[in-house]
């Protein structure tokens, strides 16, 4: 019903800023209700980063509040994650997920049913 296309990712200095773009593509009965980001590091499993739900409500990872800002375009099923004073720990790979019923209530990754192939972000000292 839903497929997530990820861009933006590579590589740069801390203290640098990059910004993430998502596609979803999805079949016309398909509405999706929530889409985020996720961050994920070998041996430490996928972890929240934002989320947001229709164009209004949002939530930030207690990591990242204050530097990433998360936005989504409805009209083009898009989201987006403006990522600022990035820091070497925030390098990872970095997945959009979306769902159809879920309110954008938590970062939990079981909460959400469709995956990006995810893009790579390094962040060098």
């Known amino acids: 019903q839903v497929q997530l296309a990820e861009s933006g990712g590579g590589s740069v200095r801390t203290g640098g800023s990059l910004g993430l773009t998502c596609v979803a593509s999805?079949?016309?009965?398909?509405?999706?209700?929530?889409m985020g980001w996720f961050q994920e590091v070998p041996g430490k499993g996928r972890e929240g980063v934002a989320a947001v739900v229709g164009g209004y409500r949002k939530i930030y990872s207690n990591s990242v509040k204050g530097r990433f800002t998360i936005s989504r375009d409805n009209a083009k099923n898009t989201v987006y994650l403006q990522m600022n004073s990035l820091k070497p720990e925030d390098t990872a790979m970095y997945y959009c997920?979306?769902?159809?019923?879920?309110?954008?209530?938590?970062?939990?990754?079981?909460?959400?049913?469709?995956w990006g192939q995810g893009t790579q972000v390094t962040v060098s000292s």
């Open positions: 999805r079949s016309p009965y398909a509405r999706i209700n929530c």
């Open positions: 997920a979306a769902d159809l019923t879920y309110p954008c209530t938590g970062l939990y990754a079981g909460d959400f049913g469709y």
